[in-house]
Each structure stands twice: as C-alpha cells, then as structure tokens.
C-alpha cells in the first residue's frame, strides 16, 4: 500500500488555497493509501509568534482538518512536537544538506527579504520539512505548487543520504492538482492566497459564511478589457476565478470559458460552487469544536501511531551515519 504524508502550519485560518490546493486530496487519498497529516508547529516558531496564540491554532487547525473530512479512524493525525523524532531526524539531514541549495529555495528569499534578523529556523525550515516526509517512507506528498521545490530538495537529499550512507529512505514525489494549485489573493492576484498575510477581502476562509464568501468573489479584482480568457500572466485575477469555480465543481477550464462572456455570472457561479463545497466544512467544524477532548484524544492516537513508524525510521539513519546506537554494538 501507498503511504502519503503531508502537514500544514498552524499559522492562521484555513483558506479555500489550502482546501482546494491540497487538504481536500489529502481527504481522499486517506482511503487509497497508508495516510499520515501533521499539523506542523515546529514550523510555526520560523516566523514571529505569540505562545499562547500558536497552541490555539494548533487545535485550531487540527480541527479544521477533521471537518474538511479527515477521519482519525482512517488516517494517522498528529502534531508535529508530539513526536520528537521530527526534530531529531532534521539534525541529520542538516549535516547531509547543504546552504547552497537551502539559499536557492523561493520561499526562504521570499519571506526572509535578505533580513539578518530572520530566524535561523526559516532557512532550515525545509529540512525539517524533508525529516517530516522522509520519517514516514511516504510515496507521495500532496501539497499546492508553493511546496514542490521543498519536495524535490527531500528527493535530493534523501538521495544524497542513501548514497552516501547506503539505502534508508524512500524517494518521494509530490502530488500537485491540476488546477488550483496556486489560488491567488482574491484583492491582490499576483500573490497567493495566504495566511500569513493581512488580507481579510482577499483570503476566504474555509469557515466563511455564504454572505462573507459573496462579498468577497463579487468584489475580486479581476481587470478592465472584459475579454473573457484563461491566462494566469496577463488577467491574474479572472484566472484564478476561473480555476476557483473548475476546481470547486469539476469542470474543465476550457468549458468555464467557452460558457461565460461576461465576469458577473461567472464571479456569482464561482461564489455559489465554493459555498457549496465549503458548506458541510463549516457545518462539521461547529460540531467537531464542541468536542475538544475527543480532538486531544484523536491526536494522541495519532501521535502514538506516528511515533511507532516514525522511531524506527530515525533508529535505522542514526546507524546508517555512524552514531553509537544503543542496543546496536
Ligand atoms: P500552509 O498554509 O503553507 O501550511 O500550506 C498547507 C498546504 O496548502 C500546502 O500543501 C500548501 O502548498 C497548500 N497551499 C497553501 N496556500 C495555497 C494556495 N494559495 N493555493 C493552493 N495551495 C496552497
Ligand atoms: N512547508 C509546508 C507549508 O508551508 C508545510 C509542511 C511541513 C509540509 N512539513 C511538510 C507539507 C511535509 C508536506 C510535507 O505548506
């Protein structure tokens, strides 16, 4: 059987960019394959944090999680420092990756802006992130596009390990959608849909109401020539539309625009597809959140099953590198 991996920060609100663009796959692929999804806090100390503030989106997205439709039954859930491993296993990796390839990732220059005073965890955050996959032997890793540079620098160091050390980790791929892999603020479409950024017009929560979710598609900037064309460089805004409604219903792109001439009925078409799709998100949540001490205990599980796979996996790099493993001389 398959094993999938795949976490996300603890960072804010869950937004249709995180739905559409990986979690709803991740909700599926619990029932094809040997699933593991982690809520990564230890990714969340990277940037400027408040304590009390982090452990409240960590349950936070936990349950947001279980209401996009993950079923701890069916998969593995768990918070990322519950199982010390994670943090183990990145020392590892740190002394087989190299800066050179860490200075060259997007996310790192974009967010880091060439500042000293930038944690140093954010330079390091995506080896972390391969100790995650590489942990779990995971096949696949579903993610939206921002994270397939992260997923290709697992590959290369897991390959740079296994050669060098002699076999331990499974080569991963990433599973990016077809479309909505990259959803755009809906103010600004030129950048992507985020969490981390101040953009209360632009970002749709998966726990918008349908009035919140109109407003903002009605007021999406899209551009002035009304040319009715899916083309991400030159109309960013109507592209990404475009997608939000292919995505949220299934349709082919090409049938979006060949069925609409004017931006109106296609922004109401697309505003009407993601309250549908968001509908029982919303509904779940209210009901999951009233029971947080089955949440707590839904993650322990999940912890305790993360840890069996995840300690063998660390026992078997820490011989292959030459530490003095108890137990194993
Ligand atoms: P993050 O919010 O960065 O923890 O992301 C969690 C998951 O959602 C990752 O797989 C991201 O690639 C994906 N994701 C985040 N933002 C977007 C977006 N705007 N469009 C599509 N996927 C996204
Ligand atoms: N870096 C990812 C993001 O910001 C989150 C993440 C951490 C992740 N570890 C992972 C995603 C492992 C996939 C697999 O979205």
Avoid at 96 to 117: C, H, N, P, W, Y
Avoid at 181 to 191: I, S
Wanted: charged share 25%.
């Amino acid at each position: 059987m398959q094993r999938v991996f795949s976490g996300v920060q603890p960072s804010g609100a869950l937004h249709v960019g995180n739905y559409l663009g990986a979690i709803r796959q991740w909700a599926i692929d619990q029932h094809r394959a040997d699933s593991f999804y982690c809520v990564v806090d230890l990714h969340g100390l990277t940037a400027e944090h408040d304590p009390a503030d982090l452990r409240q989106r960590t349950l936070e997205t936990a349950i947001g999680l279980l209401a996009a439709g993950l079923d701890p039954d069916v998969c593995t859930l768990f918070v990322q420092s519950h199982v010390h491993e994670h943090a183990e296993l990145t020392w590892l990796l740190e002394c087989t990756a190299t800066v050179g390839e860490l200075s060259r990732m997007i996310q790192f220059k974009e967010k880091g802006d060439g500042r000293e005073s930038v944690r140093a965890g954010l330079f390091t955050y995506p080896v972390l992130m391969a100790a995650d996959i590489l942990l779990y032997d995971a096949d696949r890793v579903p993610v939206g596009d921002d994270q397939r540079q992260h997923v290709e620098l697992t590959r290369d160091v897991a390959r740079r390990f296994n050669s060098r050390y002699g076999e331990t980790f499974v080569i991963p791929e990433a599973a990016v959608p077809k479309v909505a892999a990259r959803v755009m603020d809906l103010q600004h479409p030129e950048r992507k849909m985020s969490k981390s950024v101040d953009s209360p017009l632009g970002t749709v929560s998966i726990l918008d109401p349908p009035d919140v979710v109109a407003r903002k598609v009605a007021k999406a900037v899209t551009d002035t020539d009304g040319e009715m064309r899916y083309d991400p460089e030159a109309k960013p805004g109507l592209s990404n539309l475009i997608e939000l409604l292919a995505s949220a219903t299934g349709r082919s792109i090409d049938d979006i625009v060949g069925s609409y001439d004017r931006y109106g009925p296609l922004k109401a078409d697309a505003s009407e597809a993601l309250v549908s799709v968001l509908a029982p998100v919303r509904a779940r949540y209210e009901e999951i959140a009233s029971e947080r001490e089955h949440v707590v205990s839904a993650l322990e599980k999940g912890a305790d099953k993360a840890r069996s796979v995840a300690s063998l996996t660390l026992r078997k790099a820490q011989e292959k590198i030459g530490l003095l493993v108890p137990g194993t001389f």
